[in-house]
């Protein structure tokens, strides 16, 4: 599966944004989804992620309340609409993809998008 992340941007904080993550192929609702994001000399970590047919959701502490995860099968796009932005949210946000794992273990994800840019200023 090939994903396509978008939806980043410039944001005051206080203010929201929506991701989106577009996949390819016919197999979407088999992929459990995850959104993951790395800022500016950190390491990678673990944002939320969607079972396949979006009933099972998971949010890291810091963003649990603030951000919701939700994925249309039809149009094979997961989505991370993100409110109350805090400068700490900064960062580039990439989606992925897995068949199972670990959700919150982006080593367990073979597959990735390319990541957007999410910069929230203060």
């Known amino acids: 599966v090939q994903l396509q992340a978008s939806g980043g941007g410039l944001v005051q904080a206080g203010g929201s944004l929506r991701l989106s993550c577009a996949a390819s192929?016919?197999?979407?609702?088999?992929?459990?989804m995850g959104w993951f994001r790395q800022a500016p000399g950190k390491e990678r970590d673990f944002v939320a992620a969607i079972g396949t047919r979006g009933i099972s959701t998971w949010y890291a502490d810091s963003v649990k309340g603030r951000f919701t995860i939700s994925r249309d099968n039809a149009k094979n796009t997961v989505y991370l609409q993100m409110n109350s932005l805090e400068p700490e949210d900064t960062a580039v946000y990439y989606c992925?993809?897995?068949?199972?794992?670990?959700?919150?273990?982006?080593?367990?994800?073979?597959?990735w998008g390319q990541g957007t840019l999410v910069t929230v200023s203060s």
């Open positions: 992925a993809a897995q068949y199972s794992g670990n959700f919150y273990l982006g080593l367990e994800y073979p597959y």
């Open positions: 192929g016919r197999t979407f609702s088999s992929y459990r």
